[in-house]
């Protein structure tokens, strides 16, 4: 089977999930069509296809036209389907379905849509956006959700339920190394946080609960922030301000590979996603939450779209309502004074996230989806 993927740039470190889509569905033969190339080296694959030249002037028009209108022209990506000749199409976001709507309008070939949050939250408040989203819905053969809450969301705005499945966000287990208790050489609680770059990832509550729970505990703390966005200077500040910078280590953007490095040396992870002002949520979960949970560290998150459904509180991680910075620093508190907790909560977390989010076993249900529309053309 032969399967052309539409997504945007190829590709974001923080899609690295789309990555193990490609390069574990050994049953289908793939190839990526997008708008142009980022981070090839870190995601090598060979069939790529962009319509803009990684950078130079000569792209900048083309990519402000693309942005504008939120269509790509008909020649660049038809041109390669005819080269390829897939049997599916597979539109990585709602976004990128509908830039490709007019192009597959033209082709007898189904489209399957997968939405990952932003693209079912924020994305339909915006003018114009239910009526195209309408249209993908009929368009589309099949969706691909996360999680329950998600499918749920994705319903609401209109998505035919028959068309909507449930499938949870596979992850390259044999990547990620369970944490078991290593001894290390001192008593610091690492606690690890990613996302600086949007709202809903709850930094500001992150931040703010961590120096709480500072006042709290005579726990060793000591806070990672992993990524770069405009949250950055305003948490440096937060730490500043509070005469704690000394106690938080900002990362930057790291490759994935040291992304793992990092988890091995992770005692708690923070997950405290919000509601954003403009709509914009996870949707599902945070991958983070899922790696974390597969590395044997305890979660501490928000009772925020399909959070809840990947961490179990009180057995892999601990909950609280969004924007409870109260309950955060209770809970920062609780884990980081009961290494044994950590290490059964831990153990928990594995068990179930490589019982549940293999990437080898969540690939064949997606390419059950594909078989399963084929049947029907």
């Not at 490759?255 to 992870?269: C, G």
């Not at 109260?326 to 153990?347: H, Y």
Request: net charge positive; proline share 5%; aromatic share 8%.
């Amino acid at each position: 089977m032969k399967v052309g993927h539409f997504v945007s740039y190829y590709l974001p470190i923080t899609q690295n999930w789309i990555y193990n889509q490609l390069i574990y569905n050994r049953e289908c033969e793939s190839a990526v069509l997008c708008q142009r190339l980022v981070n090839p080296e870190q995601f090598p694959f060979g069939s790529v296809y962009p319509i803009c030249k990684p950078s130079g002037l000569m792209s900048i028009p083309k990519r402000f036209i693309h942005k504008l209108f939120e269509q790509y022209p008909y020649k660049p990506h038809s041109t390669v389907i005819k080269k390829i000749k897939p049997d599916i199409l597979h539109g990585h976001f709602l976004l990128e379905s509908w830039r490709n709507y007019h192009l597959v309008k033209r082709l007898n070939i189904p489209l399957i849509t997968t939405c990952y949050g932003q693209d079912i939250t924020s994305l339909p408040r915006r003018p114009f956006w239910r009526n195209r989203c309408k249209k993908v819905f009929e368009l589309s053969a099949a969706f691909i959700v996360e999680g329950e809450h998600m499918g749920k969301t994705l319903a609401e705005l209109g998505c035919p339920r028959e068309k909507i499945n449930v499938i949870k966000l596979g992850i390259d287990i044999a990547k990620i190394d369970a944490y078991t208790g290593v001894t290390k050489n001192d008593d610091k609680v690492r606690i690890l946080f990613t996302g600086l770059n949007r709202e809903k990832k709850g930094a500001a509550y992150a931040v703010e609960a961590f120096i709480k729970a500072l006042s709290m505990t005579n726990a060793d703390l000591e806070l990672h922030l992993l990524g770069d966005g405009i949250y950055r200077e305003p948490m440096e500040k937060k730490l500043s301000d509070a005469g704690l910078r000394q106690k938080a280590v900002f990362h930057g953007m790291r490759p994935v590979d040291e992304y793992h490095k990092l988890l091995k040396s992770t005692d708690i992870t923070l997950t405290p996603s919000v509601h954003a002002s403009d709509g914009d949520t996870e949707g599902g979960a945070p991958v983070v939450t899922i790696e974390s949970l597969c590395a044997g560290i305890p979660v501490i998150g928000s009772n925020h779209c399909d959070i809840p459904n990947i961490v179990s509180h009180g057995s892999t991680g601990l909950l609280s309502n969004e924007r409870d910075i109260d309950a955060l620093a209770k809970d920062i508190c609780t884990l980081a004074e009961n290494p044994l907790l950590r290490l059964e909560m831990g153990k928990r977390g594995t068990q179930y996230a490589r019982a549940e989010h293999d990437i080898e076993k969540q690939v064949r249900k997606i390419t059950d989806v594909y078989r399963a529309v084929l049947a029907k053309y």
